[in-house]
């Protein structure tokens, strides 16, 4: 299994337009950061590749050829704003290659809201020109009731995004034998359960239950000034002093924060993510998952 953050900005992303400060031109490309969206990675118990998306950006294109994405089985999504639905036309592409629609999850409002701007995906009966646009199976989510994806447990958790009720998720894989091998013996974090809480200013309490126990929490951390519907840096550092997971990666990050300076202040294990960071999940064996879905030039963790 492994996890893939695609992108790690803010909805202006970074570099910002117009904008010469010094995260905007660093030369440390963990600086530049495209819209925030992730993606999961593995081989289902048939043996079959799997991918879902979490969030269609409008970076989605460029982030799927750096993470040498080659399938999109379903994407996920945790609300409606243009920053994270705006590349959901790029997943036509997947639709060609591996010759199949693709599931789409989401809450009520937020499917109503794809509907609504694709209207030529999923109205396509009304378009005079047949062209090619992506074949997509709607889903619905509801908070706290898990689905399964080909062995991949997932459970929409509930979020608040200033006034706005979004979804983050928490994944948890299915038991697995022993582990054999060499790296049997060797010390490894894990990866999973893993939650990513994207867009998030406030935490209801019911939710807090399903944030336990994490080998990873992926939080929103926009900035150091406050802001109305996101997480400060340090809110995002007090929650995860709370929940106590494995290791925390924050996201959603402005031009405010340079990443090296950012990180060497933070208390361990918790660190800013960027763009390309990969986390696998080795199998019983401690292998690492098969080379083809591997990102090339990213980092793995």
């Known amino acids: 299994m492994r996890f893939t953050f695609l992108g790690t900005g803010t909805s202006a992303g970074v570099p910002c337009i117009a904008c010469d400060c010094p995260v905007c031109t660093s030369p440390d490309p963990r600086d530049q950061r495209s819209r925030t969206g992730a993606a999961l990675s593995w081989t289902d118990p048939h043996g079959r590749p799997r991918t879902v998306l979490i969030d269609a950006t409008p970076d989605l294109r460029l982030q799927a050829v750096h993470a040498r994405l080659r399938r999109c089985d379903a994407v996920l999504f945790t609300h409606n704003h243009v920053d994270h639905t705006f590349g959901l036309d790029e997943v036509r592409r997947f639709n060609a290659v591996q010759r199949s629609p693709i599931d789409v999850w989401a809450e009520d409002h937020t499917m109503d809201h794809l509907r609504r701007v694709y209207a030529h995906i999923f109205e396509r009966q009304r378009y005079v020109n047949d062209s090619f646009v992506a074949t997509l199976i709607p889903r619905r989510l509801e908070p706290l009731t898990p689905i399964d994806l080909w062995g991949l447990r997932v459970t929409p958790l509930r979020l608040l995004h200033g006034r706005l009720p979004v979804l983050g998720f928490r994944f948890d894989l299915p038991p697995a034998p022993a582990r054999r091998g060499p790296a049997a013996g060797r010390a490894h974090t894990p ?51 709370r929940l106590a997971p494995a290791r925390a990666l924050f996201i959603h990050i402005a031009h405010d924060l340079p990443h090296a300076a950012t990180c060497a202040e933070l208390p361990e294990p918790m660190s800013l993510a960027h763009d390309g960071l990969t986390l696998e999940e080795p199998d019983a064996d401690g292998a690492p998952c098969p080379e083809p879905l591997r990102p090339s030039g990213f980092d793995a963790v």
């Open 191 to 241: 990866v999973f359960p893993l939650a990513y809480c994207t867009d998030v200013s406030a935490i209801p309490p019911e939710t807090y239950p399903h944030l336990e126990g994490l080998g990873t929490l992926c939080l929103d951390a926009l900035r150091k000034r406050h802001h109305p519907t996101h997480l400060t840096l340090d809110q995002a550092v007090e929650i995860a002093g």
